[in-house]
């Protein structure tokens, strides 16, 4: 792994899908064969594939076609931490450090270096693997917008639309029985989706975890859109939304997972609290769910992942080792991995956005 010229790089995929994986993986394969004449592999299921030497051969023919498509064509899991990987051994399951069996199965194929797509968890991993000397370079991938360092990940934008397209329709139905309409976004702990699919889609009320909210500013908030001959009410709720002196709704741990913890239903805990509150309307919660990893890619993020694809290969011909690809303004930059771990990025609370949705009206719980 310490050879100057680079001759095969390998990807993966880890974490939670997304839209704009496949035109990350189109971008890396194109500018690695075209631009620098490397040969390219993906290992499949993320790290799963490292530790099992189960990878394809990425060529120009095989991510043909496959920019705009949601998913990953290598496959992506959520579990597999290779430092902390659950094997059976002597008949019990146990969790060990298989790592260096991934060392060894990347210098067995050739690999010279391995571009790691994935969220914090993924990216923790590359920043262990990069600490024991492989040549990693990461790319931020998530809905969730929360990776310190880059402004903005990629499959953000796509989730952001989707949101944004369901408040859209959630109004005219809204509308058409004066109710109140609740829509609970994902992002685990941070807000962004809700925050900007709130603003795009001009929801009334924004309910981010950055932000406890107190149940009667929303009330009031119903009342006021009453009295104004507006009957109806449109509310998006982050999945990590609490209210003052309340905790976060779980939906289920995932036992085997590095982050076992699932938020979900603070949609319908806030429909149930509201309907103590409001009797002159029925009130809905809609959980958007998966629905916005899948699908098309947005413009945006199309855009985006190719720049972060190719400018991975960039720093892989520069020697530029554990960085992962961000986006600072309008800027492709880098930054060191040990830079990006452990820190979440959220919603200011105080911030511009937050400002704008005050400024236009929308109520966001405090
Ligand atoms: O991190 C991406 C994300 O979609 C979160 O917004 C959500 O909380 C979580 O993953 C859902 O995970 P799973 O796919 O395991 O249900």
């Known amino acids: 792994m310490l050879t100057n010229k680079v001759k095969k790089i390998a990807l993966l995929t880890g974490g939670g899908d997304c839209s ?14 075209l631009k620098y004449n490397y040969k390219v592999i993906g290992y499949k299921f993320g790290y799963r594939g490292l530790y099992k030497n189960d990878f394809v051969d990425l060529t120009l023919e095989s991510v043909s076609g496959i920019q705009h498509k949601g998913g990953t064509i290598l496959y992506s899991s959520n579990k597999d931490n290779l430092f ?3 094997i059976e051994e002597n008949g019990e399951i146990i ?7 991934a060392i060894a199965n990347l210098k067995k194929e050739g690999v010279d270096a391995l571009v790691i797509i994935g969220g914090d968890g ?11 000397g492989i040549n990693v370079v990461g790319v931020p991938k998530t809905i969730d917008n929360d990776l310190f360092a880059t402004d903005i990940t990629f499959g953000f934008n796509s989730a952001v639309s989707i949101a944004t397209e369901a408040l859209d329709r959630l109004h005219t139905t809204a509308e058409s029985h004066h109710r109140v309409m609740i829509l609970e976004v994902m992002g685990r702990n941070s807000g962004w989706i809700a925050l900007e699919a709130g603003i795009a889609g001009s929801a009334d009320v924004i309910l981010i975890p950055e932000i406890s909210y107190d149940i009667n500013k929303i009330v009031n908030k119903i009342r006021e859109r009453d009295e104004r001959g507006k009957p109806f009410t ?35 805990k806030l429909a149930e609290d509201l309907e103590k509150l409001i009797k002159n309307h029925e009130i809905r919660s809609t959980v958007l769910g998966h629905v916005q990893r899948g699908g098309i890619t947005s413009t945006y993020d199309r855009i985006l992942s190719a720049r972060y694809g190719s400018k991975a290969v960039e720093l892989i011909e520069k020697n530029l080792y554990g960085n992962m690809v961000c986006l600072k303004g309008n800027e492709i930059s880098y930054e060191s991995l040990e830079n990006v771990i452990g820190k979440i990025k959220g919603v ?3 911030g511009e956005l937050v ?12």
């Not at 969790?95 to 069996?101: G, M």
């Not at 609490?242 to 289920?252: F, H, L, Q, T």
Request: with cysteine; net charge neutral.
């Open 20 to 33: 704009g994986l496949n035109a990350v993986i189109n971008a890396v394969t194109k500018t690695a064969i």
């Open 84 to 86: 902390d990987y659950l």
């Open 95 to 101: 969790r060990k450090d298989v790592s260096d069996i």
């Open 122 to 132: 993924t990216l923790t991993s590359a920043r262990d693997f990069a600490r024991k």
């Open 234 to 268: 449109i509310i998006v709720v982050a999945e990590g939304a609490k209210p003052k002196d309340g905790e976060v709704v779980i939906s289920k741990i995932v036992p085997d997972s590095p982050d076992p913890i699932r938020l979900g239903g603070i949609g319908n």
């Open 348 to 350: 200011n609370p105080s």
């Open 355 to 366: 400002e704008v949705a005050k400024n236009i009206g929308i109520c966001l719980g405090d």
